[in-house]
Structure formats: structure tokens, C-alpha cells
């Protein structure tokens, strides 16, 4: 199916939906990721025993609001885009923390937040010396985001619906995030697909493979495993070539080396930007897809839009937390001078 | 009355009494300041609409675990001192938060914490350009610390207690230092008392001035300010000759310029030390006073003490968040080669 030509112009350049979550972020070493048995680089699933017993052994923390979709959201309003944000929070502190951060930025969020027992997601982030981050993620009540939760008048007035993989895991938001397609796709929207991660991508690829297959995905973002996971070959180059033929738009990151697009079969690079000091790798590639597709929105070059992707993601990491703290609008215009 | 002597050694080096708090910091401007009539570099008390308010209009911000005394008890844990804390938070997110990061720093603190409505105090901390903090704060369950919830026994076991004067305030936990104060100095420690700021010392100067007429206080903490307001001078060698005479140990910082100590009469200079780049001067004068007792505990010289305290508030402004995130053992080890 493609999509259909749209009837109104979008109001909004981007909505998407993503998990509502507040992450912990506290200074690690390998040896208390050994200890705990978790994989440097990854994100893993915890349930609320295992998030008490890791909360209880990690070190003091910060609360920064994250969730990925949610930080490139973040980073698109700091570009000066129009956002809308999607995701389920609890009727407590943390929810109303992330609340007010994403609000704070002009992104429009109105799901409503659950009442009960179920917490707003949290995710513990241990951050190696080696700028590393090693995410357990707790979904609480993110997980359960209803497809009744959506507004779908919101999602059609968007040029592009943004869907972050990780919310792919959870049955309710799946089927949400399902609907939220057919909703952007039927108003002739764009449809940007991060997949996250790859072992959600090993519990979805053929879920995933399918949408594509479908032409439901317009803008893929990835990384090097994950686009070789998705595509179960080795070879970075074999994979991208097979999954850019049926993506419009195929970006993948390739750490320090930089990141590739595949745009209507034409293959371009951008080096990675530099950084004084690489503090907390957390939400680089969601920064490096609000450079890249807040390029895109304005309709500059695609080597623009790598460019500005590498230098989103190149603040990110350069301080603690997942969200711009510098002003990206004078880093872009700095850039395109 | 002069303190007892010790009946039986200190099995903690210090236990402080103070507000349990969590910050929440956003970046701000000069305009917003003016706009919301706030005045820099000050703590003023808000109550639960103008928390929410002034929330409502603050941008992103980050949740560190706070405190004047937590984070004076922070520094101390992080020099090796064993210490204990006492503050009330209420059951809730934001109050395990303040909780876990005590708790992990490998400090005591056993206070229970309230259920109900009243929730965990918060200080909205807008931090400006020129890396000033200003500090609004929402006391929730930490004004209404009861007598009752000392631990005596653990007051009794700490050779020093240490008081933050911004709890001096409200009634509750005014009235739980003065029975603190009688506790351990009838089982021969020593009580140390910071000044916390000018309004502070306006609301409460008659009180301050009794507690140290009648030798209560052994060591004092103020800057210039505080010193100058307690002892309404304006001069501030003047108003420090006129406190020197009445307390044993008098530390009065003097931002950039460093501070001086007075210790049975002789003064003390010590310079501030070198910040690569100034970020947040949140906890600036908590970090010091937590260097030079450190040094005070070890039995170092007044010297060695003001350097320390130095080099711990060096750390702490170099960054966001008022609790030290370098090792700052490494960095006592450096100092004193």
C-alpha cells in the first residue's frame, strides 16, 4: 500500500509515539556490570522486583526524563520543529516529571496519565567510564499505552509519524502503534520507524520485515547491528542494500565512523562530528534522527541532514542525559552558515 | 555550658540533621528571574501553588538528591567519613529517590518517612548563565520533622552533629535540633552549625545568637553574608572578630577569594580553587564545609582544612547537581602528597 495523497496540509511536522519514561542515570564500572550480569551497550527488560533489587545496588543517580522517541522529540523542538508526543505515564511524581519536561519544550502531550499501581516507566542507566550506557529498562505503565489513548486527529496532522521500536515489545502499544499507521498512512503522512534495538528486533523481525515489505515504513533509522540483525546478514553493506530497496529512506549510524543514508536508492556518508569529551553515550542515536530529520523537514540535502544528525548526537553525549542541553538551533545554523 | 566529656569513643564521625530534598534544576535567564520576581542567588520558601507554578514555567530539568546537610554528609562519605542522617521525606518517588542516594553513598538514614498527603520537599533551582543558582523551595514533608523520629542513640554516636540553620525555620525540626543539640552535648560531642543564608539568619538571629552566647555551637559555617548578618556588621572582619570570640572553629567563605578560618582566636586564609569552567554553584558552600571537616576529623591543620574544603567546592561547581561526582579522595590524596 502507498500512501495516499494527503488532503490537508500537515500542522504539525512531526507526532510520535514512544515510551514515557524518566531514566536513572548512575556512574558504573564493568566489574558491577559483571557482577549483575548485564551486557554492556544493551538494553534489557527488568520487572519491578529486578528494578528495586538494581535500583537498591546502584550508586546515587540523576532523574533526566528519556524514552527515545520522546529525546528526538526533544531535539526536533530545540530545531524549531512542531511536535506531538504519545505515550501512557502513571498519575505519579515521575509522570508528572516527564510531563512537565516534554511540555517544557512546546511538544504537545496529552495522553492521559493512568491512575494505580502500575509506575510510570523508568529506565536505570549505568554509565561505564568508557562513556557507555547500559540501559534496564522497567516499562511500568508506558507498556500499556491503549490504542483508545490515541488522538488520531493529532496523528493525521502531522507530516510525519515517528514510532520508536522499543514500544514494538508490549502488546497493547504495539496494536496502537499498528493503528497509528493506518490513521498517518490514510491521511497521506510519512511514516519513521526507529528500531532500537537489537534484541527487539530478534523478538519482532518478522513483524518488522513486514511493514516494510508493506511500504509502511517511508524513513528507517538504525544502527550497524541492528540493520544487519534486521536483515540476518553479516555484511553492514549487504544488509543496508537489501532493506534500503524497499525503504524510501534508510539511515544508519555507524558510531565514531560516522552514518550512511539511503536515499531513492543513492547511497551517501557523513562523518561522525567531534566531541571535547565524550561523557554519556545515552540518546545518541535519537539526537543524531532529530538532526537528520529535522534537515529533511526543511528540505535541505541529505548530506545536510547527516550533518546535522552527527552534530545533534555529538551534544548529546557530550553531557549526562538523553536531551539537548545546548541550544541546537545556533549549532544548525552554525553548521549551515 | 561547655560540652560533657565523651563517656564512651564516637562510633560515627558525623550525623547531621537536615531538610531531605531533592533538587530540580533547569537552566534559566536573567529575564525569567525578573519575570517571576526571584531573587539571585537566594533561597526563598514557596509554598505548594507557587511550586507548581513556577514548575510549570521552568524548562527541562534534571532531578539530583539535594539538601544543605545531605550534601555536606555526601562530601564526607566521599572522604571516607562514616555518617548518619536524619530528614523526613514522605513514601513517595521522589522521596525513594532522596532515600536511595543517601543510602548509597553508604550513609545511615533510618528517619522514617510519612505517609499522606504532604509529599517530599523539592527546591526548584534555576541556574543562570553566570552558572548562580536560585533556589525556591518547596518543603512538603521536611518542615514537619517531629522530635520523636531522632534517633538519640545515633546522635549520641557521632562525634560531631552537624545542623543546617534553612531547617531552623519550621517548628517541628527547630524544636528536634534543640533536643539533638542537648543530646549530644551531654554525651560530650561536638555540634557543628551551618547559617545556610541571610533570611534564615533575619528570621532567627536571636535564636542563632543564644545558641552561640551560650556555647552550644564548637564550629560554625557561614560565608560572608551570613557572617556579616548574624553578627549585624557590616564589616566583615569586624562581624568574624565579633562570632570568633564566642565559637571555637569559625569557616566563613568568601566565593571566589576563598575563605579563612578562625580557630581559638588565630585566623586562617586559604585561596578558592582553579575551576576549569564554573557550571552550577549549587552546593558550593555544602562541599566546602565537608572538605574542611573532613580535614578536621583527621586532625590536619587549619591550612590543610580550608585547601580541602576548597577543593571539594571546586569539584562540586564544576558540574551540575550539588553533590560531588569525582572521587574526592582521589582528589584530598593529590592535594596532600
Given at each position: 500500500?502507498?500512501?495516499?495523497?494527503?488532503?490537508?496540509?500537515?500542522?504539525?511536522?512531526?507526532?510520535?509515539?514512544?515510551?514515557?519514561?524518566?531514566?536513572?542515570?548512575?556512574?558504573?564500572?564493568?566489574?558491577?556490570?559483571?557482577?549483575?550480569?548485564?551486557t554492556?551497550?544493551?538494553m534489557?527488560?527488568?520487572?519491578?522486583?529486578?528494578?528495586?533489587?538494581?535500583?537498591?545496588?546502584?550508586?546515587?543517580?540523576?532523574?533526566?526524563?528519556?524514552?527515545?522517541?520522546?529525546?528526538?522529540?526533544?531535539?526536533?523542538?530545540?530545531?524549531?520543529?512542531?511536535?506531538?508526543?504519545?505515550?501512557?505515564?502513571?498519575?505519579?511524581q515521575l509522570?508528572?516529571?516527564?510531563?512537565?519536561?516534554?511540555?517544557a519544550?512546546?511538544?504537545?502531550?496529552?495522553?492521559?496519565?493512568?491512575?494505580?499501581?502500575?509506575?510510570?516507566?523508568?529506565?536505570?542507566?549505568?554509565?561505564?567510564?568508557?562513556?557507555?550506557?547500559?540501559?534496564?529498562?522497567?516499562l511500568?505503565?508506558?507498556?500499556f499505552?491503549?490504542?483508545?489513548?490515541?488522538?488520531l486527529?493529532?496523528i493525521?496532522?502531522?507530516?510525519?509519524?515517528?514510532?520508536?521500536?522499543?514500544?514494538?515489545?508490549?502488546?497493547?502499544?504495539?496494536?496502537?502503534?499498528r493503528?497509528?499507521?493506518?490513521?498517518?498512512?490514510?491521511?497521506?503522512?510519512?511514516?519513521?520507524?526507529?528500531?532500537?534495538?537489537n534484541?527487539?528486533?530478534?523478538?519482532?523481525?518478522?513483524?518488522?520485515?513486514?511493514?516494510?515489505?508493506?511500504?509502511?515504513?517511508?524513513?528507517?533509522?538504525?544502527?550497524?547491528?541492528?540493520?544487519?540483525?534486521?536483515a540476518?546478514?553479516?555484511?553492514?553493506?549487504?544488509?543496508?542494500?537489501?532493506?534500503?530497496?524497499?525503504?524510501?529512506?534508510?539511515?544508519?549510524?555507524?558510531?565514531?565512523?560516522?552514518a550512511?543514508?539511503?536515499?531513492?536508492?543513492?547511497?551517501?556518508?557523513?562523518?561522525?562530528?567531534?566531541?571535547?569529551?565524550?561523557?554519556?553515550?545515552?540518546?545518541?542515536?535519537?539526537?543524531?534522527?532529530?538532526?537528520?530529520?529535522?534537515?529533511?523537514?526543511?528540505?535541505?540535502?541529505?548530506?545536510?541532514?547527516?550533518?546535522?544528525?552527527?552534530?545533534?548526537?555529538?551534544?548529546?553525549?557530550?553531557?549526562?542525559?538523553a536531551?539537548?542541553?545546548?541550544?541546537?538551533?545556533?549549532?544548525?545554523?552554525?553548521?549551515f552558515?
Amino acid at each position: 500500500m502507498t500512501a495516499s495523497v494527503p488532503t490537508t496540509p500537515a500542522t504539525l511536522d512531526v507526532v510520535a509515539i514512544g515510551n514515557a519514561i524518566v531514566d536513572v542515570l548512575a556512574r558504573s564500572d564493568d566489574a558491577f556490570l559483571a557482577e549483575h550480569a548485564l551486557t554492556k551497550g544493551g538494553m534489557q527488560l527488568i520487572d519491578a522486583d529486578m528494578a528495586e533489587n538494581l535500583y537498591a545496588d546502584m550508586g546515587q543517580a540523576k532523574e533526566i526524563s528519556g524514552g527515545s522517541a520522546a529525546n528526538t522529540l526533544a531535539g526536533l523542538a530545540a530545531l524549531g520543529k512542531s511536535c506531538g508526543f504519545i505515550g501512557q505515564v502513571n498519575d505519579d511524581q515521575l509522570g508528572a516529571v516527564f510531563a512537565h519536561d516534554v511540555r517544557a519544550l512546546g511538544i504537545r502531550f496529552d495522553t492521559p496519565a493512568v491512575q494505580g499501581d502500575i509506575p510510570t516507566a523508568r529506565c536505570l542507566i549505568l554509565v561505564t567510564p568508557d562513556a557507555q550506557r547500559t540501559m534496564n529498562t522497567f516499562l511500568g505503565a508506558s507498556q500499556f499505552l491503549p490504542e483508545q489513548a490515541l488522538d488520531l486527529d493529532l496523528i493525521r496532522s502531522a507530516g510525519i509519524l515517528y514510532l520508536e521500536g522499543y514500544l514494538w515489545d508490549p502488546t497493547q502499544p504495539r496494536a496502537a502503534m499498528r493503528a497509528a499507521i493506518d490513521a498517518a498512512r490514510g491521511a497521506g503522512r510519512k511514516v519513521a520507524f526507529t528500531l532500537s534495538d537489537n534484541f527487539v528486533i530478534d523478538r519482532h523481525r518478522a513483524d518488522f520485515i513486514d511493514l516494510i515489505d508493506r511500504g509502511q515504513i517511508d524513513i528507517l533509522f538504525s544502527n550497524e547491528g541492528e540493520i544487519c540483525s534486521l536483515a540476518q546478514q553479516d555484511d553492514f553493506d549487504t544488509a543496508v542494500a537489501t532493506i534500503a530497496a524497499k525503504v524510501p529512506v534508510l539511515v544508519s549510524t555507524c558510531g565514531e565512523r560516522g552514518a550512511i543514508a539511503i536515499v531513492d536508492g543513492v547511497r551517501y556518508e557523513g562523518p561522525a562530528a567531534p566531541v571535547a569529551q565524550i561523557v554519556d553515550t545515552t540518546g545518541a542515536g535519537d539526537l543524531f534522527a532529530a538532526g537528520f530529520l529535522a534537515a529533511h523537514i526543511d528540505g535541505r540535502s541529505v548530506q545536510d541532514a547527516l550533518s546535522l544528525g552527527a552534530a545533534a548526537a555529538a551534544e548529546v553525549i557530550s553531557h549526562w542525559g538523553a536531551r539537548p542541553e545546548e541550544d541546537l538551533g545556533i549549532i544548525r545554523d552554525k553548521l549551515f552558515l
